[in-house]
């Protein structure tokens, strides 16, 4: 009889991991985080945005510093008239007719009195009648 040849046991361990896989691992986990995650949704309105002023500006008929108040005025004479005095013309960068309540072609004109009157009777005026169209409200 031959005697037996020990027998080597051989305990299961985890495979033994390369450090390719230790670093695809790591960016997996920094790529999945939660944080990540809500800052790139919480970011989405703003990329949103860069991007659609950006596709604008290129596709604009205006230069780029005239495109940039055309849509500045968009949100009205105030927020136009911080950058660049007005008035603006009908056809021209910065006009809207949504900016020219009396429709007389010229936007954010400041409406100086005349020679007999005073500033107060001006602005005791009824409120103007608003286009059709206009998202400005009127009170009664």
Same mark, same amino acid.
Request: charged content about 25%.
């Given at each position: 009889m031959l005697p037996e040849k020990p027998t080597l046991e051989i305990e299961p361990s985890a495979p033994k991991v390369s450090r390719r896989q230790k670093r695809a691992d790591a960016l997996r986990k920094r790529a999945l985080s939660p944080v990540r995650i809500i800052l790139m949704v919480l970011m989405l309105p703003l990329t949103t945005m860069a991007i659609a002023v950006g596709?604008?500006?290129? *596709?604009?008929?205006?230069? +780029?510093?005239e495109a940039l108040v055309h849509l500045i005025a968009l /949100?009205?004479?105030? /927020?136009?008239? *911080?950058?660049?005095?007005?008035?603006? #013309?009908e056809g021209r960068p910065g006009y +809207?007719?949504?900016?020219? %309540?009396?429709?007389?072609g !010229? @936007?954010?004109? #400041?409406?100086? %009195? @005349? @020679?007999? &009157? =005073? /500033? !107060? =009777? &001006? *602005? @005791?005026? *009824?409120?103007?009648?608003? =286009?059709v169209g206009n998202a400005k409200f009127v009170r009664p």
């Amino acid at each position: 009889m031959l005697p037996e040849k020990p027998t080597l046991e051989i305990e299961p361990s985890a495979p033994k991991v390369s450090r390719r896989q230790k670093r695809a691992d790591a960016l997996r986990k920094r790529a999945l985080s939660p944080v990540r995650i809500i800052l790139m949704v919480l970011m989405l309105p703003l990329t949103t945005m860069a991007i659609a002023v950006g596709v604008y500006l290129r *596709t604009s008929e205006f230069k +780029h510093e005239e495109a940039l108040v055309h849509l500045i005025a968009l /949100a009205g004479c105030g /927020a136009v008239e *911080t950058i660049v005095s007005g008035p603006f #013309i009908e056809g021209r960068p910065g006009y +809207h007719p949504r900016n020219d %309540p009396d429709g007389d072609g !010229v @936007a954010c004109d #400041i409406r100086r %009195p @005349a @020679a007999g &009157q =005073s /500033a !107060v =009777s &001006q *602005t @005791a005026e *009824t409120p103007r009648s608003r =286009s059709v169209g206009n998202a400005k409200f009127v009170r009664p």
